[in-house]
């Protein structure tokens, strides 16, 4: 399994909804919870290696700020925001102020590029890690067909 796939499976773990109440799910719940478990460690070392500097922090709120200065306001003076995205007005003098705080951070931003490109990297590295596994009579019938896909693609189910 590579990184990439534990983290799916972390995630796709703790965001389960099923009927907890039925108690002929006991050995899939049983399941998830030995799964969390392993994977725990390995997920708290992506997620400080996925952590922003706190400069980097900083200039995304500054861009931010920036991004609702140069932004129409809505009748409660709130940027409007169109398809996730700041509905910018004065679009030159916003680029130019964009790109000189982009000057002002640039190594900052810079090293979190690589350290982006570094841990996209690790995760497509290949893992050797023991899951639990369980039937498919075990697995609620309510769950999700993404869920189901998840648990195919790692190999959680057993036919």
């Not at 951070?105 to 990297?121: C, L, P, V």
Request: net charge negative; proline share 2%.
């Amino acid at each position: 399994m590579v990184k990439k796939d534990l983290l799916l499976l972390w995630n796709t773990l703790n965001n389960l909804k099923y009927d907890e109440s039925q108690k002929q799910y006991i050995k899939f719940k049983y399941m998830v919870a030995r799964n969390k478990l392993k994977l725990k460690p390995e997920i708290e070392i992506i997620q400080e290696l996925a952590k922003l500097s706190p400069e980097f922090t900083e200039f995304n709120e500054k861009r931010v700020e920036i991004c609702k200065e140069f932004s129409r306001k809505d009748e409660n003076g709130e940027a409007i925001l169109i398809n996730n995205n700041y509905d910018i007005i004065d679009r030159k003098r916003f680029n130019e102020t964009i790109e000189t705080l982009k000057d002002k951070y640039k190594d900052i931003i810079q090293k979190e590029e690589e350290q982006s490109k570094e841990i996209e990297a690790m995760l497509d590295e290949n893992i050797d890690i023991e899951i639990s596994k369980v039937s498919l009579e075990e697995i609620p019938g309510d769950l999700e067909q993404g869920v189901i896909d998840v648990f195919a693609k790692v190999g959680i189910i057993i036919e």
